[in-house]
């Protein structure tokens, strides 16, 4: 299929992770040898089942559908969208030049859930990347610790209408990823983790969401055709990083679950707090707008021990994951359903090597200095 695949795309070109430990952290234990075979649909993400049509012995023909390089996520790819990067770099300018940075002090994180901001509890100090204050959060008293327990444990959706958003979702990220909405996600962002390439950030997102729309497209054929079941009754936890939180965390562990029905949790972070807290809130807004149900997304700003416990107690929800190997096994043990996207050599696979081939291993070469995970490392 991989072969066929070749012939057939003429020089795509994808992005792939190698790393055999980020495979023993996404399946069960002992899988790490078999990067082929990776069974997170069912173990790590909201599956409750996959059905073997169309395929021999244990369904891993199906299984593959949405794997690297088979057909059903080539024809996921092109007629990509494009955002302007130039006015953006103009709006996130202005945004900042105007930015107040007592906001985050008078108006703190805290916790929401069902659109509810929760404001009882205490009160302490947020921290940029250099351990400077740079505002305030109310860690969740036991009334919003009682909700957020409440939100991992969601309603059914009784049917398609409610639990399928694709249509208000995708209106609604329009608008987020409009230059004036990215502006603020990109200028939060850089004031929180001194960040310098968030309009990079949100160029790649426009494309990547639309090849992600695709797939989700897929998938919820899927499920009317009764292939695959998706479990809506647990809810993701989202575990936020300090960089690209924008698209990794925003667009991909958020939009893509919610537009589908899936519920996502999102704790606040430990530093660098500010700026997922934000795109909370103008999320929760546009959904307002867009009338997506409020429950599907709950912030939950609570410390490290609140949120072991919480998730211990919630085993059959998925934990998503970017970061470092060593910060994943850390949280796998109280996580069964990890889902970690860790540290590897980015590899760039081309057919051949053109123009725009080569123009992407330049770009690459030379983003976030080479030093972190989006730099290419094997073309």
């Known amino acids: 299929e991989t072969s ?39 173990d790590c993400a909201n599956f409750s089942g996959l059905s073997s049509q169309g395929s021999s012995g244990n369904g891993a023909a199906h299984n593959r559908h949405y794997h690297f390089a088979s057909s059903r996520y080539d024809v996921a790819f092109g007629s990509l969208p494009s955002a302007d990067g130039h006015k953006l770099r103009d709006e996130t300018s202005k945004y900042l030049s105007m930015f107040e940075p007592s906001n985050w002090f008078h108006d703190p994180i805290c916790t929401i859930v069902n659109g509810v901001r929760y404001t009882g509890g205490k009160v302490v100090d947020t921290v940029d990347t250099n351990g400077v204050v740079n505002g305030k959060q109310i860690i969740a008293d036991a009334a919003a610790y009682a909700a ?15 639990f399928d958003q694709r ?91 919610i537009e ?56 059959d929800s998925p934990v998503h994951f970017t970061g470092s190997r060593e910060t994943a096994a850390v949280i796998r043990p109280w996580a069964p359903r990890l889902m970690a996207s860790t540290s590897g050599p980015n590899t760039l696979l081309a057919v051949e090597l053109t123009p725009a081939v080569a123009q992407a291993v330049r770009w690459s070469a030379c983003i976030e200095h080479s030093g972190q995970c989006t730099a290419l490392r094997h073309l």
């Open 148 to 162: 957020i327990e409440a939100a991992m444990r969601p309603k059914a959706l009784e049917h398609r209408g409610l």
């Open 4 to 42: 066929t695949w070749a012939q057939q795309t003429r020089g795509f070109v994808a992005t792939m992770k190698l790393s055999t430990s980020a495979l023993r952290f996404a399946g069960r234990p002992g899988l790490g040898k078999s990067p082929l075979l990776i069974p997170c649909a069912k």
């Open 167 to 257: 249509v208000a979702v995708r209106r609604l990220e329009t608008e987020l990823l409009s230059p004036g909405n990215a502006a603020v996600l990109v200028g939060n962002q850089m004031l929180d983790f001194k960040k310098q390439d968030g309009v990079t950030e949100i160029e790649e997102a426009v494309q990547a969401n639309a090849v992600e729309r695709r797939m989700n497209d897929q998938l919820m054929a899927e499920e009317e055709l009764v292939q695959i079941q998706l479990r809506r009754d647990a809810p993701v936890v989202v575990l936020c990083v300090n960089n690209f939180s924008n698209f990794l965390d925003l667009s991909r562990k958020v939009l893509r679950h």
């Open 260 to 315: 589908i029905g899936i519920p996502v949790v999102i704790p606040s972070r430990f530093n660098t707090a500010q700026h997922s807290f934000r795109w909370t809130e103008l999320l929760l807004d546009l959904m307002r707008k867009y009338d997506v149900p409020l429950p599907l997304v709950t912030f939950a700003s609570i410390e490290l021990p609140r949120l072991q416990s919480l998730v211990k107690a919630h085993p």
